[in-house]
């Protein structure tokens, strides 16, 4: 059995004092340690690991994109390559010492805003801006709509004229895809996947459902003999819904049904008489929630109601349906501008009633608060009591609230610029 080597000589050969003699030997078997003896041995066999180890590196670098580049190629473009490697330029430090509170943009008093990738996305009449989430604006791109609306999810963008045939579909902060359809556009949906739903006018048909894969492949097409008036595609793009309406002798009937992309038969149908819909959308959980013009309802993934929010006679003006609840804000007098605001959670229960002596322009539920945009300011709700409300001054002309989850910052959108704040 082989000797170790004593400590106190390898210190010295890492210290690089002495260097071994291959033709000493000592007492002990190991290599003697002479002054005057230079081997170099010790270093090129550390020089050609290391080598080998760089280029072992670069060529799994160099397999890794090779797939990636494969794997997503239905979303590369030109476009998206570019702001890559300008986004890849940047350091951290960079990009966070451009951060600021206010994005402005061309205006248009038709103009609409959405989040979108922790920024914000703005479409006009003539042209699409998309904000990074440190302000820095990533993407602008020139159109042509009348009456433009905006989708999001996670990861994609959807730009649609309505009662138009364009559609352009966004990732990365440009444009992967553009379609013209045959018939007007009434409602586009999309989800993480890149699945997408385009409701456009029929022929024969009241109402004709085109649904698209990430690939931006038709996988199936529903032509509708009732009015179909909104949609929601689950993230993972296992399910569909829509909801339609028809009348039949002076009764509204809302129709609720489900698909799963690919097949071309309903897995479940249901219908509510005297109802007509307004939105609809899944909730994490997977139940559904469906506003109609008298009231919000929770349905489990099976069809059967779980909850009911009666909303009376109230004056819908305007009304947010997103995953986490439901927030509607209705005129309380028709003689002045006073306003309610109502917000309800995920699962269809009333969290918030409160009375706003001003006009309303938008309000947003999050995590339990409740932001109200009205004249001139913000005022932030934490609970029910509108004695422990955050009063926010505004200067300036906005007229959508925007909640930002993480932060817990709010921003506000007008017709040619947003602002970002956050209460204390």
């Avoid at 009449?125 to 604006?137: W, Y």
């Avoid at 013009?293 to 003006?317: F, H, K, P, V, W």
Wanted: charged share 25%; aromatic share 10%.
């Amino acid at each position: 059995m082989r000797k170790l080597p004593h400590v106190k000589s390898l210190l010295s050969l890492l210290r690089g004092k002495r260097r071994a003699d291959p033709q000493a030997v000592e007492a002990d078997g190991m290599p003697n340690i002479a002054e005057h003896v230079t081997d170099a041995g010790y270093y090129q066999e550390v020089s050609f690991r290391y080598s080998s180890a760089q280029v072992v590196c670069i060529m799994l670098l160099a397999v890794f994109l090779a797939v990636s580049l494969m794997t997503n190629a239905s979303l590369l473009s030109a476009d998206n390559f570019i702001y890559f490697v300008k986004d890849l330029a940047n350091s951290v430090s960079l990009r966070e010492s451009e951060a600021k509170d206010t994005m402005v943009f061309s205006a248009d008093e038709n103009n609409q805003h959405v989040l979108y990738r922790d920024g914000l996305a703005v479409l006009g009449q003539q042209k699409l801006t998309v904000f990074t989430a440190t302000g820095r604006e990533a993407h602008s791109h020139l159109l042509s709509y009348r009456h433009p609306r905006l989708a999001s999810s996670g990861r994609y963008l959807v730009a649609y004229d309505l009662g138009g045939k364009s559609v352009s579909l966004y990732n990365s902060f440009t444009r992967v895809k553009e379609i013209t359809t045959e018939y007007a556009v009434r409602f586009v949906e999309v989800c993480n996947k890149g699945y997408y739903c385009v409701i456009t006018d029929g022929a024969e048909y009241a109402s004709e459902v085109v649904l698209y894969d990430e690939s931006h492949r038709r996988i199936n097409r529903y032509r509708m003999e009732e009015y179909t008036l909104c949609a929601d595609i689950k993230q993972d793009a296992s399910e569909m819904m829509l909801v339609s309406v028809s009348a039949e002798q002076g009764r509204m009937t809302t129709h609720v049904a489900f698909a799963v992309p690919g097949k071309s038969e309903w897995s479940r149908r249901f219908a509510i008489s005297d109802a007509y819909p307004v939105a609809c959308h899944y909730t994490d959980e997977g139940n559904v929630l469906l506003l109609t013009t008298d009231s919000l309802r929770l349905y489990s993934a099976d069809g059967e109601l779980l909850n009911m929010q009666l909303l009376g006679e109230a004056d819908i003006r305007s009304f947010r349906v997103d995953e986490n609840g439901c927030v509607l804000i209705a005129r309380a007098n028709a003689y002045d501008a006073t306003a309610r605001v109502m917000a309800f959670d995920k699962t269809a229960n009333q969290v918030y009633n409160v009375l706003v002596e001003e006009h309303v322009y938008d309000a947003c539920c999050l995590n339990g608060t409740l932001a109200v945009l009205s004249e001139k300011k913000l005022t932030v709700y934490r609970d029910q009591s509108s004695e422990q409300a955050i009063v926010l001054n505004v200067h300036g002309n906005y007229s959508k609230v925007l909640a930002y989850e993480e932060t817990g910052e709010f921003l506000l959108c007008g017709e040619a610029k947003a602002i970002v704040v956050k209460p204390e």
